[in-house]
């Protein structure tokens, strides 16, 4: 199950996506999610799979590596579908039983909330496919640069994301050598019940929290030693350009909210 936590990882390429500038990916997510949260009808849910499935096929992104990023929240993504199956009121019955009863109306939206759900993990796993974290750091610094007048800390929020996202897969590959330390000398792990299996998880959870303050630690030391002093000052070995590309990015995307509007106006 660990090993199928894709979110931080990176995977390089020469795509029209990769080449894309970072602020773009970003602002163009931005709008990807809340497009989602604007969708109305099955034609935008339609609509919404064929442009994430075009994105991925264009930046050469396996769809096995989206599905695999989704397979950590099945039990979440169930629990919303249950929550809004048997908990929306309605009149059209489906199927009612003493208390349990399944309407058309909570049908409908447990598959839609099913949907926007599995959308918005997939389309931002999508970002952090296609964009390496540094580069995410400086586009998103590049974009908050105007809060810096407000004496906002935008670099060393950005700085904090980065740091985030590039120790997600150390931590993940980390657990999973605890984990399996553990089963070698005999602990339990996936058997017994659910108090069980959370107090099998403290040998687990004390060494794995020891190892991220030692590397947070060690990280903070080869920073002072490396003379860091924050973003004052600082320079940047790659320069960032918007080009062309992403002006016909941008069209693309406000095309796709355009007509993410008309369907939900239309009802289709």
Known sequence: ??????????????????????????????????????????????????????????????????????????FIILFTAVLNLFFTP????LFHWRFISVTYTGLKRAVAMVLRVM????????????????????????LLSPLKKL???????????CIALRFIPT????????????????????????????????????????????RADELALAMECRCYNGGQGRTRMKQLHMAGRDIAAFGCGALFVAAILILRRLGI
């Open 1 to 74: 199950m660990l090993k199928d936590i894709t979110l931080g990882q990176y995977f390089p390429g020469d795509t029209p996506v990769h080449r894309l500038d970072p602020r773009t990916k970003l602002v163009l997510t931005l709008v990807y999610i809340v497009a989602i949260f604007l969708i109305g009808s099955w034609g935008g849910y339609a609509l919404t799979a064929a442009a994430l499935a075009a994105v991925t096929a264009l930046a050469h992104i396996r769809p096995r590596a989206l599905f695999r990023g989704l397979k950590p929240l099945v």
């Open 119 to 142: 959308l918005l993990v997939s389309g931002t796993f999508l970002l952090t496919y296609t964009t390496s974290p540094l580069a995410i750091t400086d586009g998103l610094e590049r």
């Open 171 to 214: 931590l993940i590959e980390e657990t999973d050598r605890i984990m399996s330390a553990q089963k070698a000398r005999g602990a339990d792990l996936e058997t017994g019940t659910l108090p069980e299996r959370a107090r099998a998880l403290l040998p687990l959870l004390i060494p794995l929290f020891i190892s991220s303050f030692r």
């Open 151 to 161: 004496h906002v800390p935008v670099y060393e929020l950005s700085l904090m994301m």
């Open 90 to 93: 309605g009149e059209d019955y």
